[in-house]
């Protein structure tokens, strides 16, 4: 069975970190990499964050830029998001997707049967 677990959520305050991890299990994602998503309440999805299998290439979207670190462990099958500086707007539902497209900067997601989501994982940044 094919499916993307991600994990670490939970509640930090305002400057503070947390690290989420999204473990791909029955498939390898492919040149095409994995990326993180998140929903905010009332707001669209938002791309995040994504890496590449082959290279290990990143892209991130400007709201995260600078504060936010994805990388890869490939021998686990894991993806981690390194959260750094949070701020109540980083509040949302995060998810792990693949395989995701960087167009004209920004990430997509794969569309209905196209690929894969994993359930999200709670961010609630408050003092």
């Known amino acids: 069975e094919v499916q993307l677990q991600a994990s670490g959520g939970g509640l930090a305050q305002p400057g503070g970190s947390l690290r989420l991890a999204c473990v791909a299990s029955g498939f390898t994602y492919d040149a095409y990499g994995i990326g993180w998503f998140r929903q905010a309440p009332g707001k669209e999805r938002e791309g995040i964050a994504c890496i590449s299998r082959p290279d290990g290439t990143t892209a991130y979207a400007d709201s995260v830029q600078g504060r936010f670190t994805i990388s890869s462990d490939n021998a686990k099958n894991t993806v981690y998001l390194q959260m750094n500086s949070l701020t109540p707007e980083d509040t949302a539902v995060y998810y792990c997707?693949?395989?995701?497209?960087?167009?004209?900067?920004?990430?997509?997601?794969?569309?209905?049967?196209?690929?894969?989501w994993g359930k999200g994982t709670l961010v609630t940044v408050s003092s």
């Open positions: 997707a693949a395989p995701v497209s960087l167009i004209g900067g920004v990430i997509w997601g794969p569309a209905d049967g196209l690929g894969h």
